[in-house]
């Protein structure tokens, strides 16, 4: 943690390195090499690309520790039901590797309102991302592996829990920071290291 490992990819104006993919990809390069657990929990927390559609104030809130570590799923499989202020979230995410080292798990979730699942405009399920604390949910222990054992993919659980201002959408919520590194597709995170290079 006091590396920067886990920050990696966070915004310098919430502390972080604000590495581009092509730094990033060097570093889990190199820990890979000494353990491939621990590279494959690194990537799987800098996951701040979420970071950069959250408000500013709620973003400054999440990193104001500098040691604060982050586990998501990224299975679309659970709910959010819309109340008043926020969202109740309950359900059971896989592979959530890292969730014994987080503060802070980024759940996906489809949004029920009113007993429907709501839609956007274009008429597609409205998912969202939801920050739970990892103390408020249940870790269950699942991952019982040969390989990679060291990542600690557990099952995560959330039973009623209260998510307000900690959520968004990729693809309906405003960037809220300056910069093209920031408006990089979710989807294409993982390519971006060639769009650097210039490679085609």
Known sequence: MRAGFFRIFLPAAYGGLDLSPVEAAEIYEELAR?????????WNGNVHWTTTRLSPDVAATIFADPDTILANSTRLSRQAVV??????VSGRWSLVSGCQLSDWLILMCMLNEAGQHRLTSSGAPDSRFMFGGTAD???????????????GSHDVVARDLFVEGRSASFFTHPITL?????????TSRVTTDRMERGQN
């Open 137 to 151: 949910c249940e870790i269950v222990d699942t991952w019982t592996t040969g390989g990679l054992r060291g990542t």
């Open 178 to 186: 300056p910069g093209q590194r920031y408006r990089f597709p979710t």
């Open 34 to 42: 000494a353990d491939a657990s621990v590279a494959w929990c690194v």
């Open 83 to 88: 109340v008043e202020g926020g969202y109740r």
